[in-house]
């Protein structure tokens, strides 16, 4: 069996970064490059304090000190970094279409190709390519044709290997996934890559958790589980509007349900809407594979999954705007979170982004305070969905630093983050600094309904009939 010695890995993002920080932390041995085109990105990895890394993972600073410019590094050397290498990760971004055939559903394949072709060009000795960007099932026949193609006669073997890190507890569950996949040809060449990588994680992963299976199963793997957990935060939603109107608390109902073994707890919180790059991203994916086998019903029946988590958005800011009198114009409204989940500081597809967007559509002045976001990321995000130009964006809503200043004199507050720091506010100063009647809507149920209509809050939980 081959013995890896230098790993690359293309693309420094949520992904490629942290998981190269642990196999490099858990594999001394190992050489572990990270390249991005980006050079920023790249300057960030390298900063001198540990606080300024480009991406924000509870404990993953500990780990990076750990390997740094010992076995880990951090470059813009893309050539020089693929030819050392004798396995090479892809972990490059790979968003929803956004032109041409497949426009808003299908995933844009260009940076992977721009990879399998940069790949081709400058390998001199055989290599191992490790998808580990989320891709649809069969671009391992694509990368594969590519560098078989165009390559300088060595010999490639293509591996999947998805990533099931969640944001915010991805060091952890780095540490201690429940699984790995690993997909390959099922060939004798194809049986030694896999086994290759199967040795890189043998490091501090117990073998009966390494999962191998061809490589269509594996890719559609991925697509599938996330699929599957979004389905489950859709489909608490859709039983959380009807716990408003029935009388019935969203949160009894989770509970009673997830005791049931063959159900289980997780994944049944309900809330504004699940938001990260992959949930919709992957499922708009599979949609357009069973469509483009012909599978409608496949198809239909998991679109629904997205049309539910629209809905849910939608009906939180109308809710908004319906209690506070069928008018918000004008009005001060905070926003506690922006990040689509606690722990961390991306935004993407967050909730909040869209409940903003539908406020500041009736005018209203929202103010937003998120411990971890910062206020260019906030107008970016509204930018990208260009509903209204950058300049009435930037009149419309604000961005504080200071949970307190937020709340001061709005009419009402939003939680649309669960972020545990929210809870241990002095929510009694909060109210006082507010206008009366002061309106909580909480997107999250992570405040205690009674405590805060003790307090004199007027409170929306979702989930949870309305008084
Ligand atoms: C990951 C996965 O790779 C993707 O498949 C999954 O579905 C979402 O999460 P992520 O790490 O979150 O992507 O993306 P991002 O943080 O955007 O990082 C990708 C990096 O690749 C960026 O830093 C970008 O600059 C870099 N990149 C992109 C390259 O270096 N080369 C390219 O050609 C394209
Ligand atoms: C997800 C998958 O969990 C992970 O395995 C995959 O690799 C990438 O996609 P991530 O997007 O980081 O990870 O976060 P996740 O914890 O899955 O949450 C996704 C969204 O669902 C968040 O907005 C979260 O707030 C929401 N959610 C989750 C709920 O609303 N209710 C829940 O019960 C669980």
């Known amino acids: 069996m081959k013995k890896i010695k230098n790993i ?13 920080a642990i196999i490099a932390e858990k594999c001394p ?3 572990v490059e990270v390249v991005d ?25 500990a780990v990076v000190k750990v390997a740094r410019n010992r076995n880990l590094f951090f470059t813009t050397d893309v050539d020089g970094a693929i030819e ?17 055939k497949g426009k808003g559903m299908a995933a844009d394949l260009k940076f992977i190709e721009l990879c399998a072709r940069q790949i081709a060009r400058v390998a001199k000795t055989d290599k191992i390519i490790v998808e580990k960007s989320t891709l649809p099932v069969r671009t391992a026949e694509a990368i594969k044709t590519i560098l078989d193609n165009t390559g300088n006669g060595v010999n490639f073997q293509i591996l999947s290997n998805p990533e099931f890190l969640a944001e915010g507890t991805a060091v952890q569950d780095l540490y201690n996934p429940d699984r790995v996949l690993i997909g390959g040809d099922l060939t004798a060449a194809g049986k030694e890559a896999m086994e290759a990588l199967v040795a890189v994680y043998a490091n ?65 919180q309900a809330s504004v809407g699940f ?12 949609v357009y594979i ?29 809710n908004i705007i319906k209690t506070l009198f069928n008018t918000v114009s004008g009005k001060k409204i905070a926003f506690l979170g922006w990040a689509f989940k606690k722990d961390t500081n991306d935004t993407r597809e967050s909730a909040a982004i869209y409940v903003a967007d539908g406020l500041l559509e009736e005018h209203a002045n929202v103010h937003v305070y998120d411990p971890k976001v910062q206020e260019y990321q906030v107008y970016a995000d509204l930018a990208y969905l260009n509903t209204r130009d950058d300049a009435k964006n930037k009149e419309l809503l604000n961005v504080v630093n200071d949970p307190y200043e937020v709340a001061k004199e709005a009419h009402a507050i939003a939680i649309l983050t669960d972020w545990d720091e929210f809870v241990t506010y002095d929510w ?19 405040l205690d309904k009674e405590k805060f209509e003790k307090i004199g809050f007027k409170m929306y939980s979702l989930g949870t009939t309305k008084e």
């Not at 050079?39 to 300024?52: L, M, P, T, V, Y």
């Not at 480009?54 to 600073?61: A, M, V």
């Not at 938001?275 to 599979?286: E, H, M, P, R, V």
């Not at 909060?430 to 809507?441: C, E, Q, V």
Request: proline content about 4%.
């Open 8 to 20: 690359c890995c293309i693309g420094a993002g949520y992904v490629g970064g942290p998981t190269m």
């Open 29 to 31: 041995h190992i050489n």
């Open 37 to 61: 085109l980006n050079e920023q990105r790249i300057a960030d990895w390298n900063d001198a304090d540990f606080s300024k890394l480009p991406i924000y993972e509870p404990g993953l600073d």
């Open 84 to 100: 050392k290498a004798d396995m090479i990760f892809i972990s490059v971004n790979t968003p929803t279409k956004t032109y041409g």
């Open 204 to 268: 501090w992963i117990p073998n009966a958790q390494i999962l191998t299976t061809n490589v269509w199963s594996s890719e559609l793997s991925k697509l599938t589980a996330n699929a599957f957990l979004a389905q489950r935060v859709s489909s608490i939603n859709s039983i959380s509007e009807l716990c408003e109107v029935t009388g019935a608390d969203v949160n009894e109902l989770s509970k009673a349900i997830g005791m049931d073994s063959r159900i289980g707890p997780k994944f049944l």
């Open 275 to 286: 938001g990260g790059s992959c949930f919709q991203k992957d499922i708009l994916n599979l």
């Open 290 to 318: 069973a469509k483009s086998y012909g599978l409608d019903a496949v198809a239909d029946y998991w679109e629904q999954v997205i049309i539910m988590n629209d809905h849910q958005k939608k009906r939180f800011s109308d």
């Open 428 to 446: 009694q100063r909060i109210y006082d600094s507010m206008l009366k009647p002061a309106f909580i809507f909480d997107g999250r149920k992570i």
